[in-house]
């Protein structure tokens, strides 16, 4: 299982292996050799077929299931290592994706996509939104993404809804999408 991720720019677009997963994390460590941390919002979709190159009339049977995530973003401190983007997204639980996902239909047929979804850093709000990006955006995007590569069933589409956010060691990052909490973490 993959997560393909499309930056908030929608200019590119990344893989996170499996390992960085997790579906409930209360402490993050932050390893030695990483220089920084930001928090980054997005709207995962599970995705129910296999396939390479889906055509544009085709995509929409392959999303499936939704909601918020966030993945934490680190920085590696020296900025000439070599394979720097490689380990700076395949580091263990930096993918937070919840248990809870909702029908895509829900996605689709919601007036306005509307899904309240907040992220908070010591009980101050640093990201609220109360709309999804249009689906024909999420639709647009993982055709690009499956052009260049298979997907499985199973895997995640990840869209940034935000560019990165700040955080530093003792921060409690709190992320709330409608009423359930998706998570609560403290980086160490």
């Known amino acids: 299982m993959n997560i393909l991720v499309s930056p908030s720019d929608r200019a590119n677009y990344y893989f996170r292996s499996d390992s960085t997963m997790v579906r409930a994390l209360e402490d993050y460590y932050i390893p030695d050799y990483i220089g920084k941390l930001s928090v980054v919002p997005v709207v995962c979709f599970r995705l129910c077929r296999?396939?390479?190159?889906?055509?544009?009339?085709?995509?929409?049977?392959f999303i499936g299931p939704f909601n918020h995530g966030i993945l934490l973003k680190p920085e590696l401190a020296d900025s000439s290592a070599?394979?720097?983007?490689?380990?700076?997204?395949?580091?263990?639980?930096?993918?937070?994706?919840?248990?809870?996902?909702?029908?895509?239909?829900?996605?689709?047929?919601?007036?306005?996509?509307?899904?309240?979804f907040k992220v908070e850093i010591n009980g101050k709000?640093?990201?609220?939104?109360?709309?999804?990006?249009?689906?024909?955006?999420?639709?647009?995007?993982?055709?690009?993404?499956?052009?260049?590569?298979?997907?499985?069933?199973?895997?995640?589409?990840?869209?940034e809804i935000s560019g990165p956010i700040n955080t530093a060691g003792g921060d409690y990052i709190t992320a709330v999408s409608g009423t359930d909490r998706i998570c609560g973490i403290t980086v160490r």
Do not use: W
Not at 50 to 61: D, L, T
């Open 82 to 116: 070599p394979n720097r983007d490689f380990i700076e997204n395949s580091l263990d639980y930096t993918t937070i994706i919840p248990l809870k996902m909702y029908p895509v239909e829900q996605y689709s047929r919601a007036p306005g996509n509307v899904l309240p």
């Open 125 to 159: 709000c640093v990201f609220e939104t109360g709309s999804l990006p249009p689906f024909d955006t999420v639709l647009e995007e993982f055709h690009k993404i499956s052009g260049f590569c298979s997907v499985r069933t199973g895997d995640f589409l990840a869209l």
């Open 50 to 61: 296999a396939g390479k190159s889906i055509a544009r009339p085709f995509v929409h049977r």
